[in-house]
């Protein structure tokens, strides 16, 4: 079973607008963190923003927040006032703090949202 | 700020050829990780390492082996290269369960022919 589900393959924005990506998560670990990543053209890896499953408040940095619902097992990303810049591959991806550790900080990756912003 | 280098942004290989790819950073973290980026797949684990001379298969581990012989490399190898591994492949480290931010290499994309 798919553990990390994003369902958009594309999605497009116009320029200062707010958009919203979406993931949906499966685990049955109490202990879990959520993280999202975007990936320019360039290739490399760029953390956004993380969520842990006991974390009370939604994340936010900057223009970004992680809409976290953890009953339905969701945790959306929303960029506020989206910029050029934005146009990006974004990956939704979870690690499970399960077996005392073991899971050594693994991620388990969704499929990815591609986001283009239209000026 | 961490820093992982991968050795290669681009490599071309034959079939059959033994390829190396190798993962360095300079932060001492424990974790270390390979991933492969497929269109459509998302980032699926191969392997990865907690410490020296420790290693764990991930989800697709086949046609893969890896060796870390010091802590801050990490290597990926290809014993002999077959078409369907053409792909990215990103490397990643982390410090441990606590710190959650994974760190990642640029990648590098790997043509077999």
Redesign the interface.
């Known amino acids: 079973a798919q553990k ?1 589900t ?1 369902t958009q ?1 594309g999605m497009f924005v116009q320029e200062k607008e707010a958009v919203t990506l979406d993931c949906t998560y499966d685990t049955s670990d109490p202990s879990y ?1 959520l ?1 999202w ?1 975007k990936q320019p053209s ?4 760029i ?1 956004l923003i ?1 969520q ?1 499953s006991y974390d009370q408040q939604n994340a936010t940095e900057g223009r970004y927040s992680l809409n976290f619902q953890k009953a339905r097992k969701s945790a959306n990303l929303v960029i506020s006032a989206s910029q050029l810049g934005d146009s990006a591959m974004y ?1 939704c ?1 979870m ?1 499970e ?1 399960s077996a005392g ?1 073991t ?10 949202t591609i986001l283009t912003v239209h000026p | 700020d961490v820093k992982v280098t991968q050795s290669s ?1 681009y490599l071309v290989k034959r079939t059959g050829e033994k390829v190396f790819l190798e993962c360095v950073q300079d932060m001492d973290h ?2 270390m ?1 390979w ?1 492969r980026q497929d269109p ?6 191969i392997y ?1 390492s ?1 410490d020296v001379k420790m290693k ?1 298969k ?1 989800d697709i581990p086949e046609g893969y082996s890896v060796s870390r012989e010091k802590k801050e490399r990490f290597s990926l190898i290809l014993e002999s290269a077959s078409t369907n591994q053409t792909s ?1 492949y ?1 490397c ?1 480290s ?4 606590l710190f ?8 590098t ?1 790997l043509t077999v022919v």
């Open positions: 990390i994003q393959p963190g993280f990543y360039s290739g490399e890896m953390f993380y842990g990956f991806a690690r703090n550790g899971s050594y900080g693994k991620l388990t990756f969704g499929q990815g | 942004r424990e974790n990780f991933y459509g797949l998302g980032l699926r684990l990865f907690y764990e991930g990215m990103l990643a982390s410090l441990g369960v959650p931010e994974a760190f990642f290499g640029q990648g994309r």
